[in-house]
């Protein structure tokens, strides 16, 4: 991961309570507009008018970036995720990579987690800054087309499991996420005519740094009584609809994200 926590955390405090008193929605509303080009199909949050204001009303979108597991089966922490998403009857889109996914003949988990009702998304190779938006489109359509072939056959129940069914819809991967977000024009021609929909969110506060700054005394770590706190805030501040963005947590590395999601849970 390329991505490391350079903004002291108290930086990343203020802005991101800063956000949410300007409003998480407004931001995401002046992303569409004024970069129109890259983020116009972009969803941020579920609205609409009547039937569709009415389906959305008190519910929210769950979706957990970064799956499944990036380092070893000693560092895994899907089952207890899995399990705290169970306690409390939630289901969740996971926008995995699939570099941290196993292949078709390790995929006990995938079908364990399609099975109790949850599904995936296109989170791309890996979660890496500076490299998909440069692409030409040639490039990024062979790199999503790769995940999305990897996130399918992940997906099929081995030949000797019967029992198994998944819940992908006419085979196909509806959601992406631009991995730190980053979209550009070409990438967002090239998701539409994959018939595919980019999802940001309106419920964010860097959930990763807080963990990232001191995993290795994860037990210490109360940065949850900021993230989880803030995050309420965001989701109290609408009616419903509103996308929700957690980092999937491992022992060692981002640990104290199951922390926060348990309290906002």
Same mark, same amino acid.
């Given at each position: 991961? /390329?991505?490391?926590?350079?903004?002291?955390?108290?930086?990343?405090?203020?802005?991101?309570?800063?956000?949410?008193?300007?409003?998480?929605?407004?931001?995401?509303?002046?992303?569409?507009?004024?970069?129109?080009?890259?983020? $116009?199909?972009?969803?941020?949050?579920?609205?609409?008018?009547?039937?569709?204001?009415?389906?959305?009303?008190?519910?929210?979108?769950?979706?957990?970036?970064?799956? !499944?597991?990036?380092?070893?089966?000693?560092?895994?922490? =899907?089952?207890?995720?899995?399990?705290?998403?169970?306690?409390?009857?939630?289901?969740? /889109?996971?926008?995995?990579?699939?570099? *941290? %996914?196993?292949?078709?003949?390790?995929?006990?988990? =995938?079908?364990? !987690?399609?099975?109790?009702?949850?599904?995936?998304?296109?989170?791309?190779?890996?979660?890496?800054?500076?490299?998909?938006?440069?692409?030409?489109?040639?490039?990024?359509?062979?790199?999503?087309?790769?995940?999305?072939?990897?996130? !399918?056959?992940?997906?099929?129940?081995?030949?000797?499991? %019967?029992? /198994?069914?998944?819940?992908?819809?006419?085979?196909?991967?509806?959601?992406?996420?631009?991995?730190?977000?980053?979209?550009?024009?070409?990438?967002?021609?090239?998701?539409?005519?994959?018939?595919? =929909?980019?999802?940001?969110?309106?419920?964010?506060?860097?959930?990763?740094?807080?963990?990232?700054?001191?995993? /290795?005394?994860?037990?210490?770590?109360?940065? *949850?009584?900021?993230?989880?706190? !803030?995050?309420?805030?965001?989701?109290?501040?609408?009616?419903?609809?509103?996308?929700?963005?957690?980092?999937?947590?491992?022992? $060692?590395?981002?640990?104290?994200?199951?922390?926060?999601?348990?309290?906002?849970?």
């Amino acid at each position: 991961d /390329t991505r490391k926590m350079k903004v002291p955390l108290p930086i990343i405090r203020w802005l991101w309570s800063s956000a949410t008193w300007v409003g998480m929605r407004r931001i995401g509303n002046g992303i569409k507009y004024y970069l129109n080009d890259a983020y $116009g199909d972009t969803v941020f949050y579920w609205e609409g008018n009547n039937e569709a204001a009415a389906a959305v009303n008190g519910y929210i979108a769950l979706t957990i970036d970064d799956g !499944l597991c990036r380092n070893t089966d000693d560092t895994n922490m =899907i089952k207890k995720v899995q399990e705290l998403l169970k306690s409390h009857n939630a289901h969740a /889109t996971f926008f995995v990579c699939t570099d *941290y %996914t196993p292949d078709n003949n390790n995929n006990n988990v =995938i079908q364990s !987690l399609l099975q109790d009702g949850h599904e995936f998304g296109n989170h791309l190779q890996k979660d890496i800054m500076g490299y998909y938006n440069t692409l030409s489109k040639k490039e990024f359509r062979t790199e999503l087309r790769n995940a999305n072939s990897h996130l !399918l056959n992940s997906m099929i129940p081995k030949k000797e499991d %019967t029992t /198994t069914t998944t819940t992908t819809s006419n085979n196909t991967i509806k959601w992406f996420r631009a991995p730190n977000g980053r979209m550009t024009k070409t990438m967002r021609e090239v998701i539409k005519e994959e018939s595919m =929909i980019h999802v940001l969110g309106d419920c964010y506060c860097d959930d990763w740094a807080f963990s990232e700054n001191d995993d /290795t005394h994860p037990e210490s770590n109360d940065s *949850y009584k900021f993230v989880a706190p !803030l995050m309420f805030r965001q989701v109290s501040s609408s009616c419903g609809g509103s996308i929700v963005i957690f980092h999937m947590p491992e022992y $060692g590395f981002r640990q104290t994200c199951y922390t926060a999601l348990k309290e906002f849970l």
